[in-house]
Antibody, heavy 122, light 112 residues
Framework: QVQLVESGGGLVKPGESLRLSCAASGFTFSDHYMSWLRQAPGKGLEWVSYISTSSSYTNYADSVKGRFTISRDNANNSLFLQMSRLRAEDTAVYFC???????????????WGRGTMVTVSS | QSALTQPASVSGSPGQSITISCTGTSSDIGGYKYVSWYQQHPGKAPKLMIYEVNNRPSGVSNRFSGSKSGNTASLTISGLQAEDEADYYCSSYTSSRSLDVEFGGGTKLTVL
């Protein structure tokens, strides 16, 4: 079945780095834009970053620009988020999500993983 | 503070209809068709309920419908059921330089 599974979350100190992974299965991964979104404890959803099908285009929220890097490996159906210079305000559940459109984007996320928790605390 | 404004809570009785509003600007909701709605139960991942203003993904009940007028989008749930109790989030593409997709702050739906 169509599935996304995130991994790599954990507890880190401010200023440290972490790399999140998202394994996709059950669909043609290379046909879809992919995004990372996050949700701080008790708060709403926040879009973080997206990457196009062939990695030609990426975009980031200002809150993470210059600190986070999104990438993908279409051969291995995987999405990544390299996070550096982490701050307390980055503490959240991080979700990877599939854009519903094929070979494009309609900014609608129709498949989500269960999320991985990132806690930034000294 | 979220860029899109939603009511914090709404409620309704089983069988009734409710509408959740989502207000933005001409740089997001008013300017583009890329408005989506998500349902999220506690501890779960969000679920796409509506995309491109008024389209339902396969498998989503036709009790859920979306619309847009000017800078405000709306989600209507008819024939309320107990399992509809959840948080609902609107989202929109935005031409803002600081974001690509913005979300509303979420609306807690209580089925009385």
């Amino acid at each position: 079945q169509v599935q996304l599974v995130e991994s790599g979350g954990g507890l880190v100190k401010p200023g440290e780095s972490l790399r999140l992974s998202c394994a996709a299965s059950g669909f043609t991964f290379s046909d879809h834009y992919m995004s990372w979104l996050r949700q701080a404890p008790g708060k709403g959803l926040e879009w973080v970053s997206y990457i196009s099908t062939s990695s030609s285009y990426t975009n980031y929220a200002d809150s993470v620009k210059g600190r986070f890097t999104i990438s993908r490996d279409n051969a291995n159906n995987s999405l990544f988020l390299q996070m550096s210079r982490l701050r307390a305000e980055d503490t959240a559940v991080y979700f990877c999500a599939r854009d519903r459109a094929v070979l494009g984007s309609n900014r609608a996320f129709d498949v989500w993983g269960r999320g991985t928790m990132v806690t930034v605390s000294s | 503070q979220s860029a899109l404004t939603q009511p914090a809570s709404v409620s309704g009785s089983p069988g009734q209809s409710i509408t959740i509003s989502c207000t933005g600007t001409s740089s997001d909701i008013g300017g583009y068709k890329y408005v989506s709605w998500y349902q999220q139960h506690p501890g779960k991942a969000p679920k796409l309920m509506i995309y491109e203003v008024n389209n339902r993904p396969s498998g989503v009940s036709n009790r859920f419908s979306g619309s847009k007028s000017g800078n405000t989008a709306s989600l209507t749930i008819s024939g309320l059921q107990a399992e509809d109790e959840a948080d609902y989030y609107c989202s929109s593409y935005t031409s803002s330089r600081s974001l690509d997709v913005e979300f509303g702050g979420g609306t807690k739906l209580t089925v009385l």
